[in-house]
C-alpha cells in the first residue's frame, strides 16, 4: 500500500460539509423615517460617493438622516466589531464599499455581512472588476450568493460630478437590496436568494 | 542516496504528480507529492511541533501551522534540511504588515524578497554571487517557492479569486537570494538588522518590481549614487506621499562606494536627500499633490520646489544587501510594497550538530 499524499491546504474534508445557510438581516419594505449610515474604506471616491447616495436616500426616499458617516481605516481588514456596534446602534440600514481593490473587495463584502448578522441590512457597493474575489468572500463567510451593488470600473478617477451620476445610477439597486425587492435580495438567508 | 535510475517507478511518479495538479495545488509548475515520511523529515528536521500555528488571516479565516508549511515546502522541492530557512523566511514576511494584512489579495501582486545570511548559506549550497536573481540553484528557487505555495494552498489565496493581481511580476515566488558577505565591504544584512554578523539569518520584504542599474565606467561615488538616486526617484513606482525602496548592490559598486567611505547608512543618507522629483515634474505625471490619505493626486503644482521620494533615511525605507557576480558594475533597485520591517529572524538548524 503506498504512502498518502498529504493535503497541503488543512481543508481536507472541511469543503465537503456544507455551511448553513447565513441569515441577512430582516429586509426594509419601508425605507421612509429610517436612519442610515455610511461607512467608506478610504478609497479613493468612496466616501464621496456614499455621500452622494445617503443624501439622494434622504431627499428621494424619505429616510430621516444620515446618522453615521464614518471611515473605516484598514481597507484590507473587515470593520472592527466596534465600529459595526456603533452603527447597529445608530442606523437602521447601512451603505458601504467601494471595493475598488483585491482585498478592498473581499472586505466589503466581509462588512455587508458583519452588517446583516447585526441584524442591520446593508447595501455593499463594489466595483465590477472584483465581482470574482467578491464573491468568493461571500462564500467563504457561509453567504453564497450574497447580493451587492456593481459599478463599472474604475471608480477612482471619476471627478464630482461623475461620482454624482454614479450615485444616481445606484440608487435604484441600493433601494431594492434594502428594501429586498425582487432582483435585489432575499428577506431570509443567502442561500434562498441563490434560487 | 539516488537509487539506480532503473529501479523508479516514472509512471506512478507521473500519475502522483497530475493529482497534485488535478487537486488545484500546483503554481502551474509540477510538485513534489508530499508523503507522511517526507513530511516527518521536514519536522524532524526543523525540530518544531507540527500543530503549531504560525500565521493566520482572519478574515479569510485561514491559518498555517508548521505542518501545512512543511507539506508546502516538500512539494515545492524543498529538502528537509531547507525547512528551518522557510520557517525563518515566513515568519520573517508575518513582520511585514503587508504580509499580515491584504497584501496577498493585492491588484500589485508583490513578490517575497528573501535575504539569507551566515553559514547556512554555505552548509546548504545558496547562490550568492553570479546569477543570484535567476534559476538553477534549489534552495534559492525551492524556499522562495515554497513561500507561494503556503500563501496559495493554506491560505487558499488564488490567482483570478482571492488574488487579484493585475499584472503580477516577474519573479513572484522566486526571489531568494543569499547575501554575497565574502565580496561586500559591509557587514550582513542581519547584523544590520541586529543579529550577531555570524548569524544565520532571512530577512523578508515584499517587492513590486526590479530595475537594474548598469554602471561600468565611472570612478566617482557620487556619480554611481546619482545614477541610483535617478532609478529610485522615477515617478511610476510612487503613489503615495513618500515611498521606499531597496537596492541589491553588485560586489563591485559596493566597494567602490565603499572604498569612497560610504558606509550603508552614507549610502542611504545620500541618497534619502536626492530622491525624488520637482513639482513640476510631478504635475506632468498627475502625482504632485497628496489627498488626505496620502495618496498622490493630479493637484495645481507648477513650482520648481524638489519632493523627496523617501521618508527619510532610515532602513526599513532602503534595504541595502549585496549579491552577485564581482564581474561587472550592475545593480538592482528594488521597489518596496510599503516598506522593510528592518529585522532579520534567527535560522535555527536544530539538528545541525547531528548532521
Same mark, same amino acid.
Given at each position: 500500500?503506498?504512502?498518502?499524499?498529504?493535503?497541503?491546504?488543512?481543508?481536507? /474534508?472541511?469543503?465537503?460539509?456544507?455551511?448553513?445557510?447565513?441569515?441577512?438581516?430582516?429586509?426594509?419594505?419601508?425605507?421612509?423615517?429610517?436612519?442610515?449610515?455610511?461607512?467608506?474604506?478610504?478609497?479613493?471616491?468612496?466616501?464621496?460617493?456614499?455621500?452622494?447616495?445617503?443624501?439622494?436616500?434622504?431627499?428621494?426616499?424619505?429616510?430621516?438622516?444620515?446618522?453615521?458617516?464614518?471611515?473605516?481605516?484598514?481597507?484590507?481588514?473587515?470593520?472592527?466589531?466596534?465600529?459595526?456596534?456603533?452603527?447597529?446602534?445608530?442606523?437602521?440600514?447601512?451603505?458601504?464599499?467601494?471595493?475598488? %481593490?483585491?482585498? %478592498?473587495?473581499?472586505?466589503?463584502?466581509?462588512?455587508?455581512?458583519?452588517?446583516?448578522?447585526?441584524?442591520?441590512?446593508?447595501?455593499?457597493?463594489?466595483?465590477?472588476?472584483?465581482?470574482?474575489?467578491?464573491?468568493?468572500?461571500?462564500?467563504?463567510?457561509?453567504?453564497?450568493?450574497?447580493?451587492?451593488?456593481?459599478?463599472?470600473?474604475?471608480?477612482?478617477?471619476?471627478?464630482?460630478?461623475?461620482?454624482?451620476?454614479?450615485?444616481? +445610477?445606484?440608487?435604484?439597486?441600493?433601494?431594492?437590496?434594502?428594501?429586498?425587492?425582487?432582483?435585489?435580495?432575499?428577506?431570509?438567508?443567502?442561500?434562498?436568494?441563490? +434560487? | 542516496?539516488?537509487?539506480?535510475?532503473?529501479?523508479?517507478?516514472?509512471?506512478?511518479?507521473?500519475?502522483?504528480?497530475?493529482?497534485?495538479?488535478?487537486?488545484?495545488?500546483?503554481?502551474?509548475?509540477?510538485?513534489?507529492?508530499?508523503?507522511?515520511?517526507?513530511?516527518?523529515?521536514?519536522?524532524?528536521?526543523?525540530?518544531?511541533? /507540527?500543530?503549531?500555528?504560525?500565521?493566520?488571516?482572519?478574515?479569510?479565516?485561514?491559518?498555517?501551522?508548521?505542518?501545512?508549511?512543511?507539506?508546502?515546502?516538500?512539494?515545492? /522541492? %524543498?529538502?528537509?534540511?531547507?525547512?528551518?530557512?522557510?520557517?525563518?523566511?515566513?515568519?520573517?514576511?508575518?513582520?511585514?504588515?503587508?504580509?499580515?494584512?491584504?497584501?496577498?489579495?493585492?491588484?500589485?501582486?508583490?513578490?517575497?524578497?528573501?535575504?539569507?545570511?551566515?553559514?547556512?548559506?554555505?552548509?546548504?549550497?545558496?547562490?550568492?554571487?553570479? /546569477?543570484?536573481?535567476?534559476?538553477?540553484?534549489?534552495?534559492?528557487?525551492?524556499?522562495?517557492?515554497?513561500?507561494?505555495?503556503?500563501?496559495?494552498?493554506?491560505?487558499?489565496?488564488?490567482?483570478?479569486?482571492?488574488? +487579484?493581481?493585475?499584472?503580477?511580476?516577474?519573479?513572484?515566488?522566486?526571489?531568494?537570494?543569499?547575501?554575497?558577505?565574502?565580496?561586500?565591504?559591509?557587514?550582513?544584512?542581519?547584523?544590520?538588522?541586529?543579529?550577531?554578523?555570524?548569524?544565520?539569518?532571512?530577512?523578508?520584504?515584499?517587492?513590486?518590481?526590479?530595475?537594474?542599474?548598469?554602471?561600468?565606467?565611472?570612478?566617482?561615488?557620487?556619480?554611481?549614487?546619482?545614477?541610483?538616486?535617478?532609478?529610485?526617484?522615477?515617478?511610476?513606482?510612487?503613489?503615495?506621499?513618500?515611498?521606499?525602496?531597496?537596492?541589491?548592490? %553588485?560586489?563591485?559598486?559596493?566597494?567602490?562606494?565603499?572604498?569612497?567611505?560610504?558606509?550603508?547608512?552614507?549610502?542611504?543618507?545620500?541618497?534619502?536627500?536626492?530622491?525624488?522629483?520637482?513639482?513640476?515634474?510631478?504635475?506632468?505625471?498627475?502625482?504632485?499633490?497628496?489627498?488626505?490619505?496620502?495618496?498622490?493626486?493630479?493637484?495645481?503644482?507648477?513650482?520648481?520646489?524638489?519632493?523627496?521620494?523617501?521618508?527619510?533615511?532610515?532602513?526599513?525605507?532602503?534595504?541595502?544587501?549585496?549579491?552577485?557576480?564581482?564581474?561587472?558594475?550592475?545593480?538592482?533597485?528594488?521597489?518596496?510594497?510599503?516598506?522593510?520591517?528592518?529585522?532579520?529572524?534567527?535560522?535555527?538548524?536544530?539538528?545541525?550538530?547531528?548532521?
Amino acid at each position: 500500500m503506498p504512502n498518502a499524499i498529504l493535503d497541503p491546504t488543512g481543508r481536507a /474534508g472541511v469543503a465537503a460539509a456544507p455551511r448553513p445557510g447565513l441569515l441577512l438581516a430582516t429586509r426594509r419594505p419601508a425605507l421612509s423615517g429610517l436612519r442610515v449610515g455610511l461607512m467608506d474604506n478610504t478609497k479613493h471616491n468612496a466616501a464621496l460617493l456614499l455621500h452622494e447616495i445617503g443624501k439622494l436616500l434622504v431627499a428621494e426616499h424619505g429616510l430621516a438622516a444620515v446618522t453615521v458617516e464614518a471611515t473605516k481605516a484598514n481597507f484590507a481588514a473587515p470593520a472592527p466589531a466596534e465600529l459595526i456596534e456603533r452603527y447597529r446602534q445608530d442606523c437602521d440600514v447601512v451603505i458601504t464599499g467601494v471595493g475598488d %481593490c483585491g482585498s %478592498c473587495s473581499a472586505s466589503a463584502v466581509a462588512d455587508g455581512i458583519l452588517f446583516e448578522q447585526a441584524g442591520v441590512p446593508a447595501a455593499v457597493i463594489c466595483s465590477d472588476a472584483f465581482v470574482v474575489t467578491a464573491d468568493a468572500m461571500a462564500e467563504l463567510r457561509g453567504a453564497a450568493g450574497y447580493h451587492y451593488a456593481r459599478t463599472a470600473h474604475p471608480v477612482a478617477v471619476l471627478t464630482t460630478e461623475q461620482v454624482q451620476q454614479r450615485a444616481k +445610477q445606484l440608487l435604484p439597486e441600493v433601494v431594492a437590496i434594502l428594501r429586498g425587492d425582487s432582483g435585489g435580495r432575499p428577506p431570509g438567508s443567502a442561500q434562498s436568494a441563490r +434560487q | 542516496m539516488t537509487q539506480a535510475a532503473t529501479d523508479l517507478d516514472p509512471d506512478a511518479a507521473q500519475a502522483a504528480i497530475e493529482h497534485c495538479y488535478e487537486q488545484g495545488w500546483s503554481d502551474g509548475l509540477p510538485l513534489v507529492p508530499a508523503t507522511r515520511p517526507l513530511v516527518d523529515r521536514f519536522l524532524a528536521a526543523a525540530r518544531r511541533s /507540527g500543530g503549531e500555528v504560525i500565521g493566520s488571516l482572519p478574515q479569510l479565516d485561514r491559518t498555517v501551522t508548521v505542518e501545512l508549511a512543511a507539506i508546502n515546502a516538500a512539494m515545492a /522541492g %524543498c529538502l528537509p534540511e531547507y525547512f528551518p530557512v522557510v520557517l525563518a523566511a515566513w515568519e520573517a514576511l508575518m513582520h511585514e504588515r503587508a504580509a499580515l494584512g491584504g497584501g496577498w489579495q493585492s491588484t500589485s501582486g508583490p513578490a517575497p524578497l528573501l535575504v539569507v545570511n551566515g553559514p547556512v548559506r554555505a552548509e546548504l549550497g545558496f547562490n550568492a554571487t553570479g /546569477g543570484v536573481f535567476g534559476p538553477g540553484f534549489r534552495p534559492n528557487a525551492t524556499i522562495a517557492r515554497a513561500i507561494g505555495l503556503i500563501v496559495r494552498n493554506a491560505y487558499g489565496i488564488h490567482p483570478h479569486e482571492l488574488e +487579484q493581481a493585475t499584472q503580477g511580476l516577474p519573479g513572484r515566488w522566486s526571489i531568494c537570494l543569499a547575501e554575497n558577505e565574502e565580496d561586500s565591504p559591509w557587514p550582513p544584512l542581519a547584523g544590520e538588522a541586529g543579529l550577531p554578523t555570524d548569524a544565520s539569518a532571512v530577512s523578508a520584504t515584499l517587492l513590486r518590481t526590479c530595475e537594474f542599474v548598469d554602471n561600468r565606467h565611472t570612478a566617482s561615488a557620487e556619480q554611481l549614487l546619482a545614477d541610483f538616486a535617478d532609478t529610485i526617484g522615477r515617478s511610476g513606482a510612487w503613489i503615495f506621499r513618500n515611498a521606499s525602496a531597496g537596492i541589491v548592490f %553588485c560586489p563591485e559598486h559596493a566597494q567602490l562606494l565603499a572604498g569612497a567611505g560610504f558606509t550603508r547608512a552614507g549610502v542611504r543618507a545620500w541618497l534619502a536627500e536626492r530622491c525624488g522629483r520637482s513639482t513640476t515634474d510631478l504635475a506632468r505625471v498627475g502625482k504632485d499633490g497628496c489627498d488626505h490619505n496620502g495618496v498622490r493626486m493630479p493637484a495645481s503644482g507648477d513650482s520648481g520646489e524638489f519632493q523627496r521620494m523617501l521618508p527619510n533615511a532610515e532602513r526599513q525605507n532602503l534595504l541595502i544587501a549585496v549579491a552577485g557576480a564581482r564581474n561587472a558594475g550592475i545593480s538592482m533597485v528594488v521597489r518596496l510594497f510599503g516598506n522593510w520591517s528592518g529585522t532579520a529572524v534567527p535560522i535555527s538548524v536544530a539538528n545541525q550538530e547531528e548532521s
